[in-house]
């Protein structure tokens, strides 16, 4: 059972829309859903968007810029969705393609004539659906029907197979011509000239005619017809010359007939024969000669053919299709993959493209490969570009009025940057005027609580308290190792709020993705606290290992949390950027897994060394 198909313009604009009857939901905030996450981010590779209980199939038809929508309870398993969002999209374009091309898009919410198109198709998907595959019984399958007497083999049947057989051989023998009696040169076989072009056929054709030709007229001489020259005797090396024939000849003297010698005889009729062979094959070599030329006239043609047919295929006359963007699609695959992208996302964004761009009409002289690469950059850029504000001095400033502190929470593996990261971020945020709190909430690694009391040291020499009128700029709070971090993070919290701090860092320790207990402590840290942003520092050398960090990251805050908003990942920091060149691929990874922005890049090693990122800079860089 269906709940609604709409068909929308990609500028907004419905078109045509239908709710099945005893469906009472409002479907607009399923569609916004999907038009943000989906079309909007570049995400249009599988086809199946999931909004809590309700899953919405979607094709694109980037021909006329329109997307056609079916939604249905995702617990309901239904084969025939796929088969009629084809049969409505053909249907709605072959009946309004006129309309379409002049750009007059109407509502059409009123056509009872397509809605009881609509009906009709959806019926014969339902029948379709609902055929079952009956098994045949044994009596009635064809081997049943078998008898002994197909068994018995009839001789003569088996004498004409094998006269066939031995027909075939001898054509296979010949592919290229056969010789009949009359000295007239059969065509090759049957199956051969299926695979022919027309034209390599005509020239056949001709071929045959004038070979035909020659041999009648060598007929109506009375001349004997050129036999197929066999296999050439080996000549050895000092094997002896014609000369030396007469000193190495012993036989008999000739005898004299009618006053000439039988030897004389011989090299007259071996004259004459020769005389006519040599005319056959001037004519054979005069005709090779006009084929030869014909074939060069053919091969001319094809040339220049082939030449405008590379304008053909640029000129923007037909749309492109699957199949022609799949070698440009597989090479950018590969290339994307080279660049440190994990290779599930590389394919996703490739088959998000090929949605994108299939059916689309190519532009004048505009290549398959340059389009597919301009609509990856767009996409990339798109995917990179956050679809929420995350400006970190204006939710200070906002919380600041509020009279409570802004808190940030850093989680991630281990080894990754995440205390040095927060001192950079820390240092940030007091150039920017605002008193800071480190909570020193990592009681797990030795060292980790001394880390962070020499970063606040340094931080305050940089920020001495006559820079922030007598008040010291960052303080430290810790309760040392082995104490509960929710409970640490809690009161650094309260603390702040009392020594009127503006932001609070929180620094957890280093976790692996598969480590239950650790990924448990940290999702009751962030369900007790709820923290204004949630940031998961990641390194930029992974490539394929942050798919996995991320969706177990955000999954394990999901699972443990025991609310039922739960909180998951709000950004990304990214750090050791200045150690991968060009292969950046690990921000489109992080990126387009969670959705969530990169909030800043970690440059270099010194308190200064953090930028925000730049998407183009990163997409040119990819792609070069």
Same mark, same amino acid.
């Given at each position: 059972?269906?709940?609604?198909?709409?068909?929308?313009?990609?500028g907004?604009?419905?078109?045509?829309?239908?709710?099945?009857?005893?469906?009472?939901?409002?479907?607009?905030?399923?569609?916004?859903?999907?038009?943000?996450?989906?079309?909007?981010?570049?995400?249009?590779?599988?086809?199946?968007?999931?909004?809590?209980?309700?899953?919405?199939?979607?094709?694109?038809?980037?021909?006329?810029?329109?997307?056609?929508?079916?939604?249905?309870?995702?617990?309901?398993?239904?084969?025939?969705?796929?088969?009629?969002?084809?049969?409505?999209?053909?249907?709605?374009?072959?009946?309004?393609?006129?309309?379409?091309?002049?750009?007059?898009?109407?509502?059409?919410?009123?056509?009872?004539?397509?809605?009881?198109?609509?009906?009709?198709?959806?019926?014969?998907?339902?029948?379709?659906?609902?055929?079952?595959?009956v098994?045949?019984?044994?009596?009635e399958?064809?081997?049943?029907?078998?008898? @002994?007497?197909?068994?018995?083999?009839?001789?003569?049947k088996?004498?004409?197979?094998?006269?066939?057989?031995?027909?075939?051989?001898?054509?296979?023998?010949?592919?290229?011509?056969?010789?009949?009696?009359?000295?007239?040169?059969?065509?090759?076989?049957?199956?051969?000239?299926?695979?022919?072009?027309?034209?390599?056929?005509?020239?056949r054709?001709?071929?045959?005619?004038?070979?035909?030709?020659?041999?009648?007229?060598?007929?109506?001489?009375?001349?004997?017809?050129?036999?197929?020259?066999g296999?050439?005797?080996?000549?050895?090396?000092?094997?002896?010359?014609a000369k030396?024939?007469? +000193?190495?000849?012993?036989?008999?003297?000739?005898?004299?007939t009618?006053?000439?010698?039988?030897?004389?005889?011989?090299?007259?009729?071996?004259?004459?024969?020769?005389?006519?062979?040599?005319?056959?094959?001037?004519?054979?070599?005069?005709?090779d000669?006009?084929?030869?030329?014909?074939?060069?006239?053919?091969?001319?043609?094809?040339?220049?053919?082939?030449?405008?047919?590379?304008?053909?295929?640029?000129?923007?006359?037909?749309?492109l299709?699957?199949?022609?963007?799949?070698?440009?699609?597989?090479?950018?695959?590969?290339?994307?993959?080279?660049?440190?992208?994990?290779? +599930?996302?590389?394919?996703?964004?490739?088959d998000?493209?090929?949605?994108?761009?299939?059916?689309? @009409?190519?532009?004048?002289?505009?290549?398959?490969?340059?389009?597919?690469?301009?609509?990856?950059?767009?996409?990339?850029?798109?995917?990179?570009?956050?679809?929420?504000?995350?400006?970190?001095?204006?939710?200070?400033?906002?919380?600041?009025?509020?009279?409570?502190?802004?808190?940030?929470t850093?989680?991630?593996?281990?080894? @990754?940057?995440?205390?040095?990261?927060?001192?950079?971020?820390?240092?940030?945020?007091?150039?920017?005027?605002?008193?800071?709190?480190?909570?020193?909430c990592d009681?797990?690694?030795?060292?980790?609580?001394?880390?962070?009391?020499?970063?606040?040291?340094?931080?305050?020499?940089?920020?001495?308290p006559?820079?922030?009128?007598?008040?010291?700029?960052v303080?430290?709070?810790?309760?040392?190792?082995?104490?509960?971090?929710?409970?640490?993070?809690?009161?650094?919290?309260?603390t702040?709020r009392?020594?009127?701090h503006?932001?609070?860092?929180?620094?957890?320790a280093?976790?692996?993705? +598969?480590?239950?207990?650790?990924?448990?402590?940290?999702?009751?840290?962030?369900?007790?606290n709820?923290?204004?942003?949630?940031?998961?520092?990641?390194?930029?050398?992974?490539?394929?290992?942050?798919? +996995?960090?991320?969706?177990?990251?955000?999954?394990?805050?999901?699972?443990?949390?025991? @609310?039922?908003?739960?909180?998951t990942?709000?950004?990304?920091?990214?750090?050791?950027?200045?150690?991968?060149?060009?292969?950046?691929?690990?921000?489109?990874?992080?990126?387009?897994?969670?959705?969530?922005?990169?909030?800043?890049?970690?440059?270099?090693?010194?308190?200064?060394?953090?930028?925000?990122?730049?998407?183009?800079?990163?997409?040119?860089?990819?792609?070069?």
């Open positions: 059972m269906l709940d609604f198909f709409t068909i929308f313009s990609k907004g604009l419905v078109l045509w829309c239908y709710t099945f009857q005893g469906v009472k939901t409002n479907f607009s905030e399923p569609i916004n859903a999907l038009i943000k996450s989906v079309i909007l981010q570049e995400r249009g590779g599988s086809a199946l968007f999931n909004h809590g209980a309700l899953q919405m199939k979607y094709k694109l038809d980037n021909e006329f810029e329109l997307v056609f929508v079916v939604g249905y309870q995702k617990i309901l398993s239904l084969l025939y969705v796929d088969k009629f969002i084809d049969d409505v999209h053909r249907t709605f374009r072959d009946r309004y393609r006129q309309k379409l091309l002049e750009g007059s898009l109407i509502l059409l919410t009123t056509n009872f004539d397509f809605e009881s198109m609509f009906a009709k198709m959806l019926r014969n998907a339902e029948e379709t659906k609902t055929q079952q595959v098994m045949k019984k044994f009596h399958s064809d081997k049943a029907k078998k008898t @002994v007497k197909s068994l018995v083999i009839d001789q003569n088996k004498d004409g197979k094998e006269t066939e057989n031995k027909a075939n051989v001898i054509k296979k023998g010949s592919p290229k011509s056969i010789t009949n009696g009359t000295g007239s040169v059969e065509s090759s076989p049957k199956t051969q000239r299926e695979t022919e072009s027309p034209e390599i056929a005509r020239n054709e001709k071929f045959i005619q004038k070979r035909t030709k020659v041999a009648k007229a060598t007929m109506k001489e009375g001349k004997k017809a050129p036999e197929r020259k296999k050439l005797n080996r000549v050895w090396d000092k094997g002896g010359t030396d024939t007469k +000193d190495l000849d012993y036989s008999a003297p000739p005898t004299m009618n006053g000439h010698s039988n030897e004389q005889v011989e090299k007259e009729e071996l004259t004459e024969e020769q005389r006519a062979l040599c005319r056959n094959i001037r004519a054979l070599d005069d005709d000669e006009d084929e030869e030329i014909e074939e060069l006239e053919v091969d001319e043609k094809k040339s220049s053919g082939g030449f405008f047919s590379v304008f053909r295929g640029l000129v923007g006359a037909k749309g299709t699957k199949e022609a963007l799949q070698p440009a699609l597989d090479t950018m695959g590969d290339h994307l993959i080279a660049k440190n992208v994990a290779a +599930d996302i590389a394919k996703k964004m490739c998000s493209v090929a949605t994108k761009l299939e059916g689309k @009409v190519l532009g004048t002289f505009s290549t398959i490969a340059y389009t597919v690469k301009q609509s990856l950059n767009e996409s990339l850029v798109q995917i990179l570009t956050p679809k929420r504000r995350v400006d970190i001095l204006r939710d200070v400033l906002e919380s600041q009025r509020a009279g409570k502190p802004y808190v940030i850093f989680c991630g593996v281990n080894g @990754v940057g995440k205390s040095t990261n927060l001192a950079k971020i820390c240092f940030w945020l007091m150039e920017n005027g605002f008193r800071v709190l480190i909570a020193a009681t797990f690694r030795a060292g980790a609580v001394e880390q962070l009391r020499t970063h606040t040291a340094r931080l305050s020499a940089l920020h001495p006559s820079m922030h009128g007598g008040r010291e700029s303080h430290l709070f810790e309760k040392g190792y082995g104490k509960d971090a929710a409970g640490i993070a809690m009161q650094a919290i309260n702040a009392e020594m009127r503006d932001v609070v860092l929180v620094d957890t280093g976790r692996m993705q +598969d480590n239950e207990p650790l990924m448990r402590a940290l999702a009751k840290l962030i369900a007790v709820s923290p204004d942003l949630v940031l998961f520092v990641g390194e930029a050398l992974v490539g394929n290992e942050a798919v +996995d960090q991320l969706v177990k990251f955000n999954q394990a805050l999901a699972d443990h949390s025991n @609310v039922q908003n739960p909180r990942i709000d950004g990304i920091v990214l750090t050791k950027f200045d150690t991968i060149d060009d292969k950046v691929g690990a921000a489109i990874s992080m990126t387009y897994t969670t959705g969530q922005p990169i909030v800043f890049v970690g440059t270099g090693q010194s308190y200064p060394d953090l930028r925000s990122l730049n998407a183009k800079a990163v997409v040119n860089a990819l792609l070069k």
